[in-house]
């Protein structure tokens, strides 16, 4: 679905490469979370899928065709919900409909059922202020989901929650994605959260990044929380771990 | 309400001390009383509102109107175009710096007593706020937000409308408020320096005829009259940017 072909990148202001020669593949339907310290580099990689940054040597593919003629492909979430104050929560997850002209009743009508679908049914008219943290990222996952982009690039969504918000915010997001069967590639610092979500992990562990280290989960979905006690999950948490914080010393 | 009672107090202490000190100089051609004021707006309750006050609206309303058009209209050219802005925000800025009381009576050369002399004095004094508030709204807009709706396929004419529009109708409600006041001064600036009709050139008149309360009488009126529009500003901003609350 994704392909990243010898894709060499690096800001104007910067010495050094952030990205060189970096080669890799998404399958379509997969969840990949990549991990890596902070800065090394793994927004600029959302940005250039998303068409934000231009590589200056080679090529990102999806569905074979090269992103630089496409649209509307991929569709972002960032830390921040980003909703905007002055919509109703309503507006703000129609506003990728509204961008790609759809009618105003299938405007309407979808983002009913995504509302009742989210649980946020009775906050339809409300603003953003009026919400709690989780139903703020609940609202903006919403509103990617109805962007109708098959592939979702979510960078650290739950990362400024607190504990137990995101613990069920990650399972909320499983079941939705199990629903919807969106290929999902997530950004976090947090390895346990990779660990639970994730069938791939991709590891940046050098600088520029040539290539990912990849780790594959073996958890069966859907999976539970205890899963995570499994011997073989708590070894491989403890080598991510371990590689993680070697990478920051270096 | 609890909290402008110390406004009420300082304005109600002030109007007493004037009063006192009016009847104490007991010289009502330099300084009226509060009283004396008060009784001069209602002998001349006919003129000053159904002759004086509809034709200095009328100034300050034109200004206005103009300086909405032309400011909003100079915002959103320099938001587009970094070279325009370049061109021209120092010019708006220096355009400041002329002193419009001293260049008005140039205007009567040019534009006699009709309205127009008038309302380019108004929009030399109000254009710039709006200009500024509204350009600097503009570029403040979330460069986050921008580029998610970029990654929607957002067009410019999106982003502008859907982003930069709603975000800077702050700005602009500031503007405005701080325009009209602004206009007022203007309108009644113009009249005193040279005009037939109008609460500006009805002060200057009593002026002439050493009538201090008749003097006053047109300029609390004006007061008056600003403080009553922007307080209807504030009611539709309220109405328009309820999202704001509580942020």
């Known amino acids: 679905m994704l392909e990243f072909k010898n894709v060499t990148f690096k800001y104007d202001e ?27 580099g793994k927004s600029t990689v959302f940005r250039l899928i998303n068409g934000l940054l231009t590589p200056q040597k080679g090529e990102i593919l999806f569905d074979g065709q090269n992103i630089k003629s496409m649209r509307n492909y ?108 969106k290929t ?6 947090d390895v346990e959260e990779a660990i639970f979500l994730s069938e791939k ?50 | 309400m609890r909290k402008n009672i110390p406004a009420f107090a300082l304005i109600t202490t002030i109007l ?5 000190i009016a009847i104490l100089l007991d010289a009502p051609y330099i300084l009226p009383s509060p009283t004396q004021i008060a009784a001069k707006l209602w002998e001349l309750r006919e003129t000053l509102f159904l002759v004086q006050l509809p034709a200095t609206m009328g100034v300050t309303f034109m200004g206005l109107g103009i300086s909405v058009a032309f400011g909003l209209g100079l915002a959103v050219a320099m938001d587009c175009s970094e070279k325009l802005a370049n061109a021209l925000y120092p010019v708006i800025v220096a355009s400041q710096t002329i002193p419009t009381t001293a260049i008005a009576p140039l205007f009567v050369l040019w534009f006699g007593y009709s309205i127009w002399s008038k309302v380019l004095v108004t929009v030399l004094m109000t254009f710039f ?77 009593m002026m002439t005829q050493l009538d201090g309360a008749g003097v006053f009488a047109p300029i609390v009126l004006l007061s008056a009259v600003a403080m009553l ?12 940017l309820g999202w704001r609350k509580e942020i």
């Open chain 2, 16 to 20: 007493v001390l004037w009063q006192i």
């Open chain 1, 74 to 181: 991929s569709a972002y979430m960032p830390q921040k919900d980003l909703l905007f104050p002055w919509r109703t929560i309503e507006k703000n997850i129609s506003l990728a409909m509204e961008i790609q002209k759809k009618s105003k009743a299938e405007i309407k009508k979808q983002a009913e059922e995504m509302l009742k679908e989210v649980g946020l049914w009775e906050y339809k008219d409300k603003y953003p202020k009026d919400l709690s943290g989780g139903m703020r990222q609940r609202a903006s996952f919403a509103r990617t989901l109805l962007s109708g982009s098959s592939l979702f690039l979510l960078d650290e969504p739950f990362s400024a929650l607190d504990s137990l918000t995101k613990i069920s915010l990650q399972e909320w997001l499983l079941t939705e994605w199990e629903k919807h069967k």
């Open chain 2, 229 to 240: 529009i922007v307080a209807i500003i504030n009611i539709i901003e309220k109405k328009l």
């Open chain 1, 184 to 189: 999902v590639l997530f950004i976090t610092h």
């Open chain 1, 14 to 40: 910067d010495e050094t490469d952030m990205l060189e020669n970096l080669s890799f593949d998404v399958n379509e339907g997969e969840f990949i979370s990549i991990i890596g310290r902070s800065g090394c």
């Open chain 2, 129 to 205: 706020p709006i200009t500024i508030a509204v350009f600097d709204g503009l570029k403040s807009t979330s460069r986050e937000m921008e580029e998610l709706l970029i990654t929607y396929g957002a067009s410019k004419k999106d982003i502008f409308f859907k982003l930069k529009v709603p975000q800077s109708l702050p700005h602009f409600f500031s503007a405005i408020k701080m325009a009209v006041p602004l206009s007022i001064i203007g309108a009644a600036i113009a009249e005193w320096l040279g005009a037939q009709s109008g609460l500006g050139y009805f002060s200057k008149r």
């Open chain 1, 201 to 250: 992990i991709y590891v940046v562990s050098d600088f520029p990044i040539t290539h990912f280290e990849e780790f594959k989960i073996p958890l069966p979905y859907p999976r539970k929380r205890e899963d995570m006690k499994r011997s073989d999950i708590v070894e491989l948490k403890e080598m991510l771990i371990k590689n993680l914080r070697q990478e920051a010393v270096l």
